[in-house]
């Protein structure tokens, strides 16, 4: 089944730094690729995705870009605020409704 | 509606108790699932629905058993519960059933098993 590694666990940064978190997959056959973010007591929420079909996505400071070849996908949050704090879940899928995350970044934003 | 609903918020149970988690959504999503997820870990998916139909079951443990109604409505069954299943238990819909695609979920419910 499919395997995915994230790295780092925690990063801290200062308000205004970018941040930048790593994934990596084990399934070439997996096709999707999300990113979510969940704050303290609260649920998952999507932040932005990627299919295998694209490189790179961007959503105002929030992108997303896949080497399939390599079979890693990386977050980059840029202007980073207090309000990024949460902790940040990669995950992949493929051609069913198996998903499967990686271990969460626990991302700390400093004002 | 563009939610996903569960109820209870919060579950006590001891382990002789029965008792039943419920999930709904009427965005019209075909593909609904149960993750649990333990304090400081990710989301661990337990069963996959799928048109209303099992689609994926992740070796759970038979003291959970799923059952999916109707398209708009999925339930967890907990019998016999042992303390280590206290968790967050998260439901989540999809558009699609059988494609990867966004996941919606629910605000959970946490449950504490004695």
């Known amino acids: 089944g499919e395997n995915v590694e994230q790295h780092p666990s925690t990063l801290s940064v200062q308000e205004g730094d970018s941040a930048v978190i790593k994934c990596t997959y084990s399934?070439?056959?997996?096709?999707?690729f999300p990113w979510y973010k969940q704050e303290l007591g609260k649920r998952p929420q999507l932040i932005i995705d990627?299919?295998?079909?694209?490189g790179e996505k961007k959503d105002q400071r929030i992108a997303v870009t896949l080497n399939k070849t390599a079979k890693h996908f990386s977050l980059h949050i840029t202007e980073t605020q207090p309000e990024d704090s949460a902790v940040y879940f990669c995950?992949?899928?493929?051609?069913?409704?198996?998903?499967?995350f990686g271990a969460g970044t626990r991302l700390t934003v400093k004002p | 509606d563009t939610e996903v609903t569960q109820t209870p918020k919060h579950l006590v149970m001891g382990m002789t108790n029965k008792k039943s988690l419920k999930c709904e959504q009427h965005?019209?999503?075909?593909?609904m699932y149960w993750y649990k997820q333990k304090a400081k870990k990710p989301p661990e998916l337990m069963f996959v629905?799928?048109?209303?139909?099992?689609?994926i079951n992740e070796s759970v443990p038979s003291r959970f058993s799923p059952e999916c109604p109707n398209s708009s409505l999925l339930n967890l069954h907990l019998h016999a519960l042992q303390p280590e299943d206290s968790a967050l238990y998260l439901c989540?819909?999809?558009?699609?059933?059988?494609?990867?695609?966004?996941?919606?979920f629910g605000p959970g419910t946490r449950l504490t098993v004695l």
């Open positions: 995950a992949a899928s493929y051609n069913n409704n198996d998903m499967r």
């Open positions: 629905y799928s048109y209303e139909k099992l689609s």
């Open positions: 990627i299919r295998s079909n694209v």
């Open positions: 965005m019209g999503h075909r593909a």
């Open positions: 399934d070439s056959a997996s096709n999707y």
């Open positions: 989540a819909s999809s558009p699609v059933g059988g494609a990867p695609d966004e996941q919606f």
